[in-house]
């Protein structure tokens, strides 16, 4: 993960929940929780059992010991190497000359499940450090992109490729940004660890009964320090003494860089409420994004997409109708990087910028999306500007969003954000009264009885009591009207009470 800009990385922790924070010029970019049910499994490594072969989807289902099994598709079985012989994409195996049912399988989390949907796995198993990422199937060398410069990545190269040999391995290895400008000794002593940990992970694995896990990623906290604490962090504030032991502990061994940089919370209002950091989460939890222009993002997210809408709202600074929507765009391609950060949204990533027709405008504004998005370390994907004035991107997505996270559909209007009116549900109650009249006409005498929420109670006794009182006399029988303080909007029940 990539942090330029960071000023500070806070930790949050007591008994039931940790949270970190990663800040930029006193704004929450990122927030990671950890909570009962663990954080993440991404890179979580695990002895798994096929259950199943599907060759309709060219995958496999593995069991892995968690609540659902996990996917395996046959291009994460593949080796790198026999796509990059080949000089460009190959056919994909036949799923069934990979996996059998029943098979016993090394395999890796590379996506958590979201929902309905298990873990992604793959066999292309990896193992990251601070400054190296060891690819044990692999002979690959490979430095990571956003390491520009020819001359740092040849160097990088030569160094691992020195220190392969010394140690007589030919797996591969991946240079981290981070590692950009380390000397050769961190380099090997990071390596050194990841060896280590490979041999630790082959020896629980001989040992292990399927289906088992034979390597967990570490907690949040030192994940989290490992991956966001870039040279622009200034401070790490923890609020909790053992976590910051524990931090310390592991900064001495790994990242004695960042030794200086440990604080103790004690202030006396919560580390997070301090800096504004609940107030944020609880903004980003929200539809609707405020701009400092009088713009606004309207982002919704759904199953197969997320949707972003751009809206000028009060701004009219532009001297035409031309520069005010070039004038918002732009705050919104700066926005919406950051956002996506934040509320953690992947997958396909839909933009409607207000409508420009000026194709220069059109470049700049993706340039500048394009720019915002250099801070994010998830993958991203940009597409130019479609024939409706779409903005099509990607960002590749592990865990569930924020709100997947510390939210869940309404139990009133399950999930549709959406109810019924009171006047709809009235009339709902007339044709469910009438329904059940027409079977009942010649029975014994007996009344009915409608219990609905307030609103429908109150719309049947006022401006709907004409028409209740002509279907009863249609029925020819009494309807009583009963509130049920329980019901949600759009419940109802019709009751017969018959009578001898």
């Not at 060398?141 to 160097?155: L, P, V």
């Not at 200086?260 to 919370?265: D, F, L, P, T, W």
């Not at 130019?384 to 969003?401: A, C, D, I, P």
């Not at 059940?436 to 009344?447: M, N, V």
Request: glycine content about 8%; overall charge negative; proline content about 4%.
């Amino acid at each position: 993960m990539v942090a330029t800009m960071t000023d500070e990385l806070l930790i949050n922790v007591n008994e039931f929940e940790t949270r970190a924070a990663l800040m930029c010029g006193g704004a929450l970019q990122e927030l990671h929780i950890a909570r009962s049910h663990g954080y993440s499994l991404t890179g979580n490594i695990y002895l798994g059992r096929v259950q199943r072969v599907v060759p309709g989807m060219q995958a496999a289902f593995v069991d892995i010991g968690l609540e659902r099994p996990g996917f395996l598709h046959a291009r994460d079985m593949r080796r790198r190497e026999a796509a990059a012989g080949n000089g460009g994409e190959e056919a994909l195996p036949d799923i069934r000359d990979l996996a059998a049912a029943g098979q016993s399988l090394l395999v890796q989390i590379v996506k958590d499940p979201i929902s309905s949907k298990g873990a992604r796995l793959s066999t292309q198993l990896t193992l990251a450090s601070r400054y190296v990422v060891l690819m044990p199937f692999s002979g690959h060398i490979g430095i990571s992109q956003r390491i520009e410069a020819e001359e740092e990545r040849a160097r990088l190269t030569g160094v691992i490729e020195e220190i392969r040999s010394r140690r007589g391995v030919d797996m591969g290895f991946i240079a981290r940004t981070a590692g950009e400008a380390v000397d050769p000794a961190t380099l090997e002593a990071d390596i050194d660890r990841l060896l280590a940990t490979w041999d630790s992970v082959l020896e629980t694995r001989a040992q292990s009964a399927c289906p088992a896990p034979v390597h967990l990623e570490m907690p949040l906290q030192a994940r989290i320090v490992r991956d966001l604490s870039e040279p622009g962090v200034e401070r790490i504030v923890i609020d909790d003494e053992r976590t910051r032991q524990r931090v310390e502990g592991f900064v001495d061994r790994h990242l004695p860089e960042l030794a200086g940089r440990i604080e103790a919370y004690t202030g006396e209002a919560p580390l997070f409420e301090h800096f504004g950091v609940d107030d944020e989460v609880a903004r980003a939890l929200q539809p609707k994004v405020e701009m400092k222009c009088g713009g606004y993002l309207v982002i919704e997210q759904t199953e197969a997409m997320t949707t972003v809408d751009v809206n000028t709202g009060s701004y009219l600074g532009g001297y035409s109708l031309e520069e005010t929507a070039y004038r918002t765009n732009l705050e919104a391609a700066r926005a919406i990087p950051r956002q996506l950060r934040l509320r953690n949204l992947g997958g396909i990533i839909v933009i409607d910028f207000i409508d420009m027709h000026d194709e220069e405008h059109q470049r700049h504004i993706l340039r500048v999306l394009e720019k915002a998005c250099e801070k994010d370390s998830a993958r991203v994907c940009i597409e130019g500007f479609s024939s409706l004035g779409l903005v099509q991107m990607s960002r590749k997505r592990t865990r569930g969003s924020l709100a997947q996270q510390v939210c869940e559909p309404c139990g009133v209007c399950r999930g549709t954000g959406i109810t019924k009116t009171d006047e709809s549900t009235c009339i709902e109650v007339f044709r469910a009264i009438l329904k059940e009249a027409d079977p009942h006409c010649a029975e014994t005498r007996g009344d009915y009885v409608v219990r609905a929420p307030q609103g429908v109670v109150d719309r049947l006794i006022d401006e709907d009591a004409d028409h209740l009182a002509s279907l009863s006399r249609q029925i020819g029988r009494e309807i009583r009207i009963q509130m049920e303080p329980s019901y949600g909007p759009g419940e109802f029940d019709v009751v017969l009470n018959r009578s001898r």
